[in-house]
């Protein structure tokens, strides 16, 4: 089971409810949700009093993947108040999209990254996963000696059989020839490796 600790720091109470949905990208990168039983969460309703805080646990029900990793994302959204909002309030509703991941030891993720130049300032990267679980680039550079030439920084999630399009911004234009393109991962290891810029 997965322990996942919510905290209200509101002054009010607040009720929550939390779907679990698969996961999974399209071969662009786009993000598929489909509602599954394949994990329960425990309790299915949270009530949390003002600042207090609460462990509610996820357990899988399906048998997992020995080779590649189960993907999942857990909507937790805010249950609005039954009595109704005076005057001409209208209640907001929060909701919390949360990343769960099933990983086997032997499931790793395999990135390589194709360049491309929409415009002089900019270099884009073409970036498939073909590995066997999701890789996360939280920044990506591209160097030249130790210039830095354009930098990514985010938290771009690829799954696999998925790819996705980082852009590096530079302020001043990069000029064409050799370079090395080094990409770090939310785990903190980076790849390196000698590019051509066009």
């Given amino acids: ?35 599954t039983e394949d994990l329960i969460l425990a309790p299915p309703i949270i009530k949390l009093a003002p600042k207090a805080r609460q462990v509610v646990r996820l357990a899988l029900l399906k048998p997992a993947d020995a ?31 949360m990343p769960v991941f099933v990983t086997p030891p032997v499931a790793k993720r395999q990135v390589s990254c194709t360049v491309q130049r929409p415009d002089a300032k900019t270099v884009g990267l073409q970036c498939g996963n073909t590995g066997t679980a999701y890789a ?27 790819s996705k399009i980082v852009s590096l911004k530079s302020e001043q234009p990069i000029t ?8 770090t991962f939310d785990d903190g290891q980076s790849q390196t490796t000698a590019i051509t810029l066009p």
């Fill in 1 to 35: 089971a997965i322990a996942v600790t919510l905290t209200n720091e509101a002054d009010t109470e607040v009720v929550l409810q939390a779907d679990i949905n698969t996961w999974s990208q399209k071969p662009d990168g786009t993000d598929e949700l489909v509602l």
């Fill in 67 to 97: 080779s590649r990793q189960l993907t999942y994302r857990m909507i937790i959204r805010e249950v609005p108040e039954a009595t109704p909002a005076t005057g001409i309030q209208v209640p907001i509703a929060l909701a919390l999209s």
């Fill in 136 to 162: 996360q680039i939280r920044e990506a550079t591209v160097m030249r000696g130790e210039q830095a030439l354009a930098k990514f920084e985010g938290g771009n999630y690829i799954l696999p059989g998925a």
């Fill in 176 to 183: 064409a020839g050799e370079a090395k393109l080094v990409v």
